[in-house]
């Protein structure tokens, strides 16, 4: 019994061995099939599995103002860096790998250069082919460094260096318009040009080889790879200039008041072009950013209060053309009273008034008045003149996110009695401030309404591919002898009216101001929507312009306080660009005696080009030297300027006194010196004397002066008819004593 037992036992066990070992063989068979017989398929399949196609992106169109060389928006290209070491000779490798390590080490600043010598070793001895040495990216300059480093200078085909190209979109006038320049986000949404525009700048993208192996992909290029086509430039109508005008008045306006958020828009009246658009909201206490369009898409925000009384008195005067601007209108004396069903207000009451003085003052009364008792019993005759003047329709404009305006039309079930009044004043309808500014324009443009535009062009390589010309949306708004009627009121707004203040002698201002009450959570606050638009010159318009600025709490409420001013500081710096409208004031200056800004020292070339515009008589060119120093001399009772060397040694402390503090900069900080400054002016002492050694990284301390307090007094000469003409800030009339502060950084030349 027990022999039988171990006999079954010994059986079991060599079958189980036989069966082990024929599974063994089994898997060296299948595993020598694989390796030598179908080894070529297999490695060929994970060779297309490694190898795959991927996108090139495009590099990024750029976006760029009127000038067609200020770019508001670009793609700089970076790089990250990345290297194969299966492709680097052993000799290249053995005699480059230490001092490769340490500036690796020193330019990155992450590892030691040891770390650095021992990962280049392994990855030399693992025969890896792809290792990214840092996920920083790199700019060009840095990009054309490290190509001229040891084993790096070898090449991509010997010394492996690989440098991966990341496009970022970068703003050199930083936040100046981001809004209106816009953004793109991943998911392909945005806002601004940017969104607005994409296929002219998103380009087509290419396609390559690449190999997917640890740590990345590698680039494969075997001649099949597909170049992509960089996107087209966008040529706006913005000037930066101007642009940044805006942005500066509006911001003080906004701190000063303390006041939710503000725009500006600047456009030029016959061509509809926008020079300059500015939207600032409020972030946090004190702090303002373009974070909404609210020019563009201020939607169901605000409605546009006065400002709309203009349409009111157009639809008046095209419907009975036989009403005088010399016809009188009763206001009342309590400065209320019942119309059409409800309550108007005015601040003032102003009794017994004319047509035209409803307007210069703004009486709620005065135009309820006019208004209900010519269109009470046919308000659709009212609808219809606000559709004849375009107001219900959004003018077609070129960035998406237009707000679509809201006249509200008495077969509307919201429409009430009161409908009519309130509609007239400005109340009960929507429109965005664009579509404000658009029909102001067309007063101003003898009636022809224009659509507003803010791209000129779309070019590739600096060839135009697209031109967008003006669009006249309608020819003829309104009548000549309407027109006649809304600008003299207009321009006596600004003479006799509410924004008395903002009248210059130099140039006329045509205008409305309006203050609209906040409708919040189903009634209306003491909360105010403030605003001015309208258009100048008065007699000759070239610009027309509109100010909202949103909730104000500091004191001031009214269009008159808040926005005027704004207005008004962007037409003075807009008038001061514009040389045709300086010969009128030239023409009023002294024939024999005139003050000019003390000139003292400067770039030569821009020294003698301000003070030819200006009609300073100037002697000829100091020889041997770029920047100069001014002395005034006189000749037979003229006094004129004579030019002498200011002898700027390379490697040498300047002499830096007399200049403006941009200019001393430049020349400091290009000696590799650090500057600090006292005050605020010209350069009056600096703390290393002129001519000792300029050691970089030294500290040089600057007290500055106030620029120029005694003017000098020069008999100027009369520039040529067709020369440009001065900037206005330096005119001494008060209102541009502001305008000092800015020219410190306008320009380098200095007078």
């Known amino acids: 019994m027990k022999g039988n037992v171990k006999k079954a036992i010994v059986t079991r066990v060599r079958l ?21 017989k179908e080894g070529e398929k297999w490695r060929a399949l994970e060779q297309e599995r490694r190898v795959v196609y991927q996108p090139v992106f495009a590099t990024r169109g750029n976006i760029l103002a009127s000038d067609g060389k200020s770019m508001m928006a670009t793609s700089l290209p970076f790089y990250r860096v990345a290297w194969d070491p299966s492709v680097v000779d052993k000799e290249t490798f053995k005699s480059g790998v230490d001092s490769l390590a340490i500036l690796l080490s020193r330019f990155f600043g992450d590892r030691s250069s040891q770390e650095y010598k021992r990962r280049l070793k392994n990855a030399k001895n693992a025969g890896v082919r792809y290792v990214r040495l840092n996920s920083r990216q790199i700019n060009y300059q840095e990009k054309k460094l490290l190509s001229s480093w040891p084993v790096f200078r070898a090449g991509k085909n010997k010394g ?126 004190g702090v303002y950013r373009e974070d909404y369009n609210y020019a563009f898409a201020d939607q169901g925000r605000t409605e546009p209060g006065s400002t709309f009384k203009l349409a009111s008195m157009m639809a008046l005067f095209e419907e009975n053309p036989n009403i005088s601007l010399d016809d009188t209108v009763n206001t009342g004396r309590s400065g209320s009273m019942r119309i059409g069903g409800a309550v108007k207000t005015d601040t003032h009451a102003y009794g017994k008034v004319s047509v035209k003085h409803v307007i210069e003052v703004s009486s709620n009364i005065g135009v309820a008045v006019l208004i209900d008792r010519e269109f009470n019993k046919k308000p659709e005759r009212y609808a219809e003149h606000l559709k004849k003047f375009g107001l219900n329709k959004p003018l077609g404009f070129q960035m998406s996110g237009e707000a679509r305006p809201y006249i509200k039309d008495p077969t509307d079930r919201s429409w009430s009695r009161t409908s009519l009044t309130t509609m007239c004043i400005g109340y009960e309808l929507k429109l965005a401030p664009l579509q404000t500014l658009a029909f102001y324009n067309s007063i101003a443009n003898n009636g022809a309404k224009v659509q507003p535009m803010i791209v000129k062009e779309i070019k590739q390589n600096g060839q135009v591919l697209e031109h967008y010309e003006p669009k006249v949306l309608i020819p003829k708004i309104c009548s000549d002898e309407t027109l006649a009627k809304l600008r003299a009121m207009l ?93 009128p004031l030239l023409a009023r200056a002294p024939v024999n005696k005139s003050y000019v800004p003390l000139v003292k020292a400067g770039m030569q070339d821009e020294l003698m080009e301000v003070c030819q515009q200006l009609g300073v008589s100037t002697h000829s060119r100091a020889e041997g030297d770029d920047w100069v120093r001014a002395t005034t001399s006189t000749d037979s009772g003229t006094k004129s300027l004579t030019w002498q060397s200011a002898a700027v040694r390379p490697g040498r402390v300047p002499n830096v006194q007399g200049l403006t503090l941009r200019d001393a900069l430049f020349l400091l900080e290009n000696r590799g010196l650090r500057v600090r400054t006292l005050g605020s002016g010209r350069v009056s002492r600096q703390s290393i004397a002129a001519g000792s050694p300029a050691r970089r990284g030294s500290l040089i301390t600057l007290e500055l002066a106030p620029i120029g307090a005694t003017p000098t007094i020069i008999t100027p000469v009369a520039p040529p008819a067709n020369a440009p003409l001065a900037d206005m800030k330096s005119s001494t009339h008060p209102e541009n004593e502001g305008a000092k502060t800015e020219a410190k950084t306008a320009s380098k030349s200095k007078a």
């Open 491 to 583: 321009e006596g707004v600004v003479v006799e009216g509410t924004a008395r203040a903002i009248r210059t002698p130099d140039y006329s201002i045509a205008g409305k101001t309006g203050t609209a009450w906040k409708f919040k959570n189903g009634q209306y606050t003491k909360m105010y929507s403030t605003s001015f638009c309208g258009y100048f010159p008065a007699n000759k318009p070239k610009y027309s312009c509109i100010v909202v600025v949103d909730s104000p709490k500091r004191g001031n409420w009214s269009g008159a306080q808040v926005a005027a001013p704004i207005f008004r500081e962007v037409a003075d710096k807009a008038m001061a660009r514009d040389a045709a409208s300086q010969r």
């Open 160 to 285: 492996g260096v690989i440098f991966e190209k990341v496009d970022k979109r970068f703003r050199p006038f930083g936040g100046l318009a981001q809004r209106t320049v816009g953004f793109l986000n991943e998911d392909k949404n945005g806002a601004g040009l940017e969104f607005t525009y994409n296929r002219y700048l998103a380009g087509k993208d290419g396609e390559a080889l690449f190999e997917r192996l640890p740590g990345g992909n590698k680039p494969i290029y075997d001649g099949t790879e597909v170049k992509p086509q960089p996107g087209y430039d966008i040529q706006t109508t913005l000037d930066i200039n101007l642009q940044d005008v805006a942005e500066n008045a509006l911001y003080k306006s906004l701190i000063q008041n303390d006041a939710q958020y503000g725009c500006v828009i600047l456009m030029e009246v016959q061509t509809g072009e926008i020079k300059a658009v500015a939207n600032l909201g409020k972030v946090a206490e």
């Open 16 to 36: 189980a061995f036989l069966g082990v070992c024929l599974f063994s063989a089994a898997i060296i068979w299948k595993v020598s099939r694989i390796q030598f």
